[in-house]
Every structure is written in C-alpha cells, then in structure tokens.
C-alpha cells in the first residue's frame, strides 16, 4: 500500500483494513494488526514493511498546513510488486 498523502485518518484506515483483508492467509488464526502473517495476494510473497513519517494537518485549509506534529508508523507492501512506500505522507484530521 502507498504511505498516506492528502487523506482522512479515516481513508487511511480504510485502506489498511482493505489490505489486511486481502492479504491475511490465515484469517482465524491472526491477531489484529499482526503483519507477520500477511502475504501479497498477487504473489504471495511475505509482505515487507517501511518507517513513513505522517505529518498531521489542518483538513479545514485545503493545503498541508498543520501545527508539526509527526508520527511514524510502518507501510506494508510487496517488494516484488510494489515500489517502496514513500518515506513521508500526510493525514488531514
Ligand atoms: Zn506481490
């Protein structure tokens, strides 16, 4: 999946839980937000993880402006069938 740029907390979630879903080999078996077990549903390769610093932003100017808060967190992706996530992204909350 690509680091978050430009979209809701929300989006965000939704495309983390999309890709959980579609990647768990084993459903009933995984701990929620456990990556360890997650494989590309492409190609099945054990999928990879990347550090990404999200800075938070102000979702009621239509620019990224924020007060400077930043966290990091990992991106999941394929390294065979995805670029490597970018290193830093944004959420507008
Ligand atoms: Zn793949």
């Given at each position: 999946m690509?680091?978050?740029?430009?979209?809701?907390?929300?989006?965000?979630?939704?495309q983390?839980?999309?890709?959980v879903?579609?990647s768990?080999?084993?459903?009933?078996?995984?701990?929620?937000?456990?990556?360890?077990?997650?494989?590309?549903?492409?190609?099945?390769?054990?999928?990879?993880?990347?550090?990404?610093?999200?800075?938070?932003?102000?979702?009621?100017?239509?620019?990224c402006v924020?007060?400077?808060?930043?966290?990091?967190?990992e991106?999941?992706?394929c390294?065979?069938?995805?670029?490597?996530?970018?290193?830093y992204?944004?959420?507008?909350?």
């Amino acid at each position: 999946m690509k680091t978050p740029q430009r979209i809701t907390v929300h989006e965000f979630a939704m495309q983390l839980s999309e890709c959980v879903r579609r990647s768990t080999t084993r459903p009933k078996l995984i701990p929620l937000w456990s990556f360890h077990h997650l494989a590309c549903h492409l190609c099945n390769a054990k999928l990879s993880t990347a550090t990404a610093h999200i800075s938070i932003h102000d979702a009621r100017f239509p620019n990224c402006v924020g007060d400077g808060q930043v966290f990091m967190t990992e991106i999941i992706f394929c390294y065979r069938c995805e670029p490597p996530p970018e290193p830093y992204g944004c959420l507008h909350v």
